[in-house]
């Protein structure tokens, strides 16, 4: 039997080079975890969350899923949310996508890849409803990536909608809520300018950096 042997022994070297550099680390972090964010982003491979932002293990509290999406009937992703803000007092949400998504890219051209298609329906629906927006774009290249940036854009202001953040709000809890977007080719991180601290804002938010688009009613029929 295959015990993935390789993977044991970079977790020896990694746990005693870290807790070389700062002893008694794992248990310190043991006894209690304090990160201070909530990272929504996607699951591939090459966007792993902590590194990107510098952050160690206690210092980022992590949900991901294929294409970074928010369903409000999604008690895996719900369940973060709400135990981020109400048990761990988290006071910011970053919902995080990244350039070059294969999710995205899929949805985007309609290339079945089975029962992911489905979770994928969403972007699609984006897709459509920004058609104008996106045809005006050059490249397919700038068009994937806008598509990208519409759909971190959208669940970032779902996220904005969930009763969770509603009732943090509600009660003056100080949370803000991020849309960011990652580029592979370059490392780099890029602020979308959505910074929503109450559900005004993340409308307001949402609107500037969405922009315009000619398909205004189909817009409004999905805004949730
Ligand atoms: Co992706």
């Known amino acids: 039997m295959n015990k993935l042997p390789q993977l044991f022994a970079n977790n020896r070297r990694w746990a005693a ?3 070389q550099r700062n002893p008694g680390f794992f248990g310190e972090l043991s006894a209690q975890q304090n990160p201070r964010y909530l990272w929504i ?3 591939d491979s090459r966007v792993p969350a902590n590194e990107i932002v510098g952050l160690a293990p206690g210092e ?3 949900h991901r899923n294929v294409a970074n999406l928010v ?3 999604d ?3 719900l ?3 709400q135990y981020a803000i109400d048990v761990l007092g988290i006071e910011h949400v970053i919902v995080c996508g990244h350039y070059g998504c294969g999710g995205v890219t899929a949805a985007y051209e309609q290339r079945p890849l089975g029962l992911v298609d489905n979770w994928l329906l969403p972007i699609r629906d984006i ?3 920004y058609a104008t927006q996106l045809a005006e774009l050059p490249t397919d290249l700038e068009r994937a990536d806008r598509l990208c940036e519409l759909n971190v854009l959208f669940q970032a202001r779902r996220v904005c909608r969930t009763t969770i953040v509603q009732q943090a709000w509600e009660r003056d809890h100080p949370l803000t809520v991020h849309a960011w977007v990652y580029r592979l080719n370059d490392g780099l991180l890029r602020d979308l300018g959505f ?3 109450d559900l005004a804002s993340a409308d307001a938010d949402f609107e500037r950096t969405v922009g315009a688009d000619t398909n205004r009613s189909n817009h409004q029929a999905m805004t949730q």
Do not use: D, I
Request: aromatic fraction near 12%; include cysteine.
């Open 17 to 19: 080079a870290t807790e």
């Open 41 to 43: 982003g996607c699951s």
């Open 60 to 62: 980022l509290f992590v």
């Open 71 to 73: 369903f409000h009937n």
């Open 75 to 77: 008690f895996s992703c």
């Open 79 to 81: 369940s973060v949310l």
């Open 127 to 129: 897709a459509r409803t």
């Open 195 to 197: 910074c929503a601290r």
